[in-house]
């Protein structure tokens, strides 16, 4: 899911809508991704440490292997958390003041001659975009490690016949 939306959804949403329409959408659906991401990395975390009791154990040594896979659990949940609650709502907003501000000067926010609130409005959502660009990147680095972990030392769970 992280990499479709990362890496494939949005660039071909982006593509084929008009930008304010793809902001709007773009609205919508960032924040139900991120609530997912957090509740799916937050189950995976429960679990990585129920099935790893070691993790508790440890809980302060992060070079410990379980530990570690832990911290990328629980790092994923923040870093999305951060977006749903802080970030994305901030980026948003922005967003929507610079809709409303290029309908009162009729010009598109990156014709020349924007006004100096135009130019605010951009360096703003040009900023708080970055930000939720980067936590989210990493969330997909976070989860690319921990797949790749599991598949390269399984989950270290003993089956039993």
Known sequence: MSIWVTFFGGVI???ALPR???????HKTFPIYFVISILLSSGLLGSW???HPDVVTHITRPLVVDVAQAYALASISLAQGFNYFIVGPLTSKTMFQRHRLEKEEGKAYNEPGVSEDMK????RFGYLHGISSLANLYAVIA??????????AGTG?????
């Open 143 to 152: 989860l690319g490690f921990h797949g790749l972990w599991i598949g390269a």
């Open 120 to 123: 605010a409005l951009n360096r």
């Open 20 to 26: 304010q329409q793809f902001g709007a959408l773009q």
């Open 13 to 15: 949403a982006f593509k």
């Open 49 to 51: 440490t129920y099935s």
């Open 157 to 161: 769970i003993k089956a039993s016949l």
